[in-house]
C-alpha cells in the first residue's frame, strides 16, 4: 500500500513537471510566433514604416516559396543580367510595391528591407555598435562555420587582429604557388578533354567548384592536401543542409529532433572537427619539433595565435583549439563557393559579350605572353580583367544580402527600430539600381570601373558596391579571392576561347551563394 501511494505520488509529480514543461513550451511558442511579432509590427507601423502586415505564424514564407517555385520553374530568355526578380521575388514584389524601405516577414521576425546605399554604409559602419551580426538560436550556422563573422565585440576584435597577417600581400606572394598548380592542373584537364581543334562543352561549375576547393586546400594546409580535399567536400554538402534549414520556420527545440537532415548536418560536423582537430595536432607537433611550415594559412593563424598570446603574457592561448576550427571551416566555407561562383559568372557574361573576352585576352597575352607561370606583379597589371571582374560582382555578387539585427533600439534614416528587427541589406538590388548606376544598371558595362571601384556608380562621396560587404567587418579575404579569380581567368584565356553551349539555360538562384541553377554548360575551343 505504501509502495503504490509512493508511486501514484512519483507519476503525479513527473504528470505535473510534464504539464509545466508543456506550458512553458506552449508559452515560448506563442511569444515567439504572436506576441512579440505583433507589439514589433505595430511599432514599426506607428512610424508610417510601409510593407507586408504579419500573418500568423508563417508571416510571408509561403509566398516567398510560391514566388520561387514560380522564379526557377524556367529559365530567362534570352539570357539577361536583369536578375533581381528571379534571384529574390518576393523582395522584388514587396520593393515594387512598398518602396525602397520596407517590411517583411521571415516567420514571426520582422524584416526591413533597407535599400539606400547611404543607410547601407551607416548599418556596415556600425559606429554606434548598434548593430550586429544576426544570432542563430538554433545552432544552425555554427555547425557551417563559426569563425570570424559571427564573432562580435572584443573576440571579433581579437580573432580579425591574428587573422589578418594571413591575407596581407607578402602571405600571398607566398601562397601563389599553391594558385598557379591549381589552375595549371585546371588548364590541363580542359586542353585533354577538348583534344582536337574542335569546340567540345564543359559544365564550368563543378570544374571551378573543384579548382577552389583546391586551391584553398593548398593553401591552409599545404602538405595536408589530401585531408583538405575531403573536409572541402563535406563543407560543401553542409553549406546546402544548412541553407534548407535556414529556410524552416524555427521552433524551440527543433535542433533535437531526430530527423534525417539534424542527424547529417550534426554528423558532418563532428567529421570536419575530427580531421581538423587531426591536421592541427600534427602542425601543433611540428612547431615543437621547429620543422613547422608558415607558409601557408594555418601556419600563419598558429604563428600569429602564439605570438599574440605571448605578447597579452597569457597562459592560455587567445583562440583555443575550438576557435581555430571555427575559422579554418570559415576558410573553406568563405573561400570556395565565393570564387567559384566569381569565375562561372564571369565565364558566362564574357561568353555573352565576346568583345569584352577578346580585350580581357589581349591583355593577359600582352601581360604574360604564353607563359604558364602567371606571378603577382603581373596580375596586379590586369586593368581590364579587374573591370571585367567587377562588373561581374556587381551584377552578380555572390551573396546576395547581408543581415543585421538590432540589440537596443536605434535610430536609422528617422526611424526608430526597437530590439530584434533584422534589417536585410539587399546587395543584388543596390548593385542594380537604376537611381545609383544609370538607367544601363542591368547591362554588362566594365567600363563603368575603368577610374575604379570608389568613382564606378558615379560618386565617390556615395559608392554602392558591396560584393565584400563593408567597413570594419569587410570581407578579410576580399585579396585572396581575387588574386585566384584573376590566375584562373588569366591561365584560361591564355589557352581558350569560349562560347555559350546551346544547352545553357541561364538560371541563377541563390542557394549558400548566387549559384548556376542548371550549372554553366560552355564550349571551349583551344587557341
Known sequence: MAIGAVLSQQWSL?????????????????ELAWVTPRRLGRALQAQGLGGRAYRFPFGDLQEFSRLVAVARSEP??????????????????VIKEHGKISVTWFGPTPRVIVNDPKLVREILANKSGHFRKRKFSNGIVRRLANGLVSHDGEKWAAHRKIINPAFHLEKLKKMMPAFVACCNELVARWEDHVGSDEAKEIDVWPEFQNLTGDVISRAAFGSSFSEGRRIFQIQSEQAQNVVKMLNTLYLPGFKFLPMQLNRRVKANAREVESLLKGIIGKREMAMREGSASNDDLLGVLMECNAAE??????TKPIMTMDDIIGELKLFYFA?????????????????????????AREEVLHVFGDKDQPDLDGINQLKVVAMVLHEVLR???PVIQFDRQTYTEV???????PPGVILS??????HHDPDVWGEDADEFRPERFAEGVSKASGSSSSPAFFPFGWGPR????QNFALIEAKMALSRILQRFQFGLSPSYRHAPFPVSTLQPDHGAPIMLKKL
Open 411 to 417: 535610430e536609422l534614416g528617422g526611424v526608430r527600430y
Open 395 to 397: 551584377l552578380y555578387p
Open 309 to 314: 598570446t605571448k605578447e597579452a603574457g597569457s
Open 76 to 93: 530567362m530568355l534570352p539570357p539577361s543580367h536583369d536578375i533581381t526578380a528571379r534571384v529574390a521575388p518576393l523582395y522584388h514584389s
Open 335 to 359: 573561400g570556395m563557393d565565393t570564387t567559384a561562383v566569381l569565375l562561372t559568372w564571369t565565364l558566362v557574361a564574357l561568353s555573352m559579350h565576346p568583345e569584352w573576352q577578346d580585350r
Open 474 to 477: 569587410v570581407c578579410i579575404g
Open 14 to 30: 513527473l504528470l505535473s513537471l510534464a504539464a509545466l514543461v508543456a506550458l512553458w513550451w506552449a508559452w515560448r511558442v506563442l
Open 425 to 430: 541589406l539587399p546587395i543584388v538590388f543596390l
